[in-house]
């Protein structure tokens, strides 16, 4: 661990919050780091002060009786509470739903993350193994009946080859441990793999341009299939064949 996760960690240790791993973890790094021992020292010191009893106050009874004279009285006391329960238990289920939105958003953010880094791989997979295709062939005839009962839904195959995208055929992958397309293009010597995911029901998504791993990742969502096309080619030209790809579907 470093200074600062162990500065985030110091109060949970002292708490005794923390499951013995991360305990050990803090532990180890301030025995050897001064200043986060300096810091657990301060918190210990400012913790003991708090819990003396030098810093209790107790109320004069001349200031206990003007505050009782101010409370109403016991009947309304009853409707109060209850008022406030009330409010306790609607902000408590507020935050349980704000939370709970936020914790799906923050899952599905890394769920994206996660499948970004797995087609990447699968491409660089298809380069080393020299596995690039399952059907070769220029003619998208041949390669979209291909996939006929490999996947739930065909896959979109179009000739880019008159715009400068020449189709090399396509294989079976592997993307989230589901089976997808993978339909290959050329663009000079630099080879587009284009990852088809089935997405029934889920609406049509405007492209993302994203970069992992000195590759770049054009990522849409059409026709209920999710689409990455990723590939070692600039930004401006991955966009290019995307935008392309898109208007051959749309002809």
Same mark, same amino acid.
């Given at each position: 661990?470093?200074?600062?996760?162990?500065?985030?960690?110091?109060?949970?240790?002292?708490?005794?919050?923390?499951? $013995?791993?991360?305990?050990?973890?803090?532990?180890?790094?301030?025995?050897?780091?001064?200043?986060?021992?300096?810091?657990?020292?301060?918190?210990?010191?400012?913790?003991?002060?708090?819990?003396?009893?030098?810093?209790?106050?107790?109320?004069?009874?001349?200031?206990?009786?003007?505050?009782?004279?101010?409370?109403?009285?016991?009947?309304?006391?009853?409707?109060?509470?209850?008022?406030?329960?009330?409010?306790?238990?609607?902000?408590?289920?507020?935050? $349980?739903?704000?939370?709970?939105?936020?914790?799906?958003?923050?899952?599905?953010?890394?769920?994206?993350?996660?499948?970004?880094?797995?087609?990447?791989?699968?491409?660089?997979?298809?380069?080393?193994?020299?596995?690039?295709?399952?059907?070769?062939?220029?003619?998208?005839?041949?390669?979209k009946p291909w996939f006929n009962g490999r996947l739930d839904v065909a896959p979109p195959v179009v000739d880019?080859?008159?715009?400068?995208?020449?189709?090399?055929?396509?294989?079976?992958?592997?993307?989230?441990?589901?089976?997808? $397309?993978?339909?290959?293009?050329?663009?000079?010597?630099?080879?587009?793999?284009?990852?088809? $995911?089935?997405?029934?029901?889920?609406?049509?998504?405007?492209?993302?341009?994203?970069?992992?791993?000195?590759?770049?990742?054009?990522?849409?969502?059409?026709?209920?299939?999710?689409?990455?096309?990723?590939?070692?080619?600039?930004?401006?030209?991955?966009?290019?064949?995307?935008?392309?790809?898109?208007?051959?579907?749309?002809?």
């Open positions: 661990m470093n200074c600062e996760e162990v500065t985030i960690l110091l109060h949970a240790l002292i708490d005794g919050e923390l499951d $013995a791993g991360n305990a050990r973890e803090v532990e180890a790094h301030v025995e050897i780091c001064p200043n986060c021992a300096a810091q657990l020292q301060n918190f210990q010191d400012l913790r003991k002060a708090l819990m003396s009893s030098s810093l209790r106050f107790a109320a004069p009874k001349s200031l206990l009786a003007r505050i009782e004279g101010k409370l109403p009285a016991p009947g309304v006391t009853r409707a109060n509470r209850r008022s406030v329960i009330r409010s306790f238990a609607f902000g408590a289920t507020a935050s $349980a739903l704000a939370a709970s939105g936020l914790l799906v958003i923050v899952m599905r953010a890394d769920d994206q993350r996660n499948i970004l880094g797995e087609v990447v791989s699968a491409h660089l997979r298809s380069l080393q193994a020299q596995h690039l295709t399952d059907v070769l062939s220029t003619d998208q005839h041949t390669v880019l080859t008159a715009q400068g995208f020449t189709l090399l055929g396509g294989r079976l992958d592997y993307v989230d441990a589901k089976p997808v $397309a993978a339909i290959v293009y050329r663009r000079r010597v630099h080879v587009i793999n284009l990852f088809c $995911a089935p997405a029934p029901g889920e609406a049509a998504r405007s492209a993302v341009m994203e970069s992992r791993q000195g590759f770049n990742v054009r990522h849409w969502r059409e026709n209920g299939i999710n689409l990455w096309a990723v590939s070692d080619i600039a930004a401006d030209e991955l966009e290019e064949f995307g935008e392309k790809f898109e208007a051959a579907l749309r002809q």
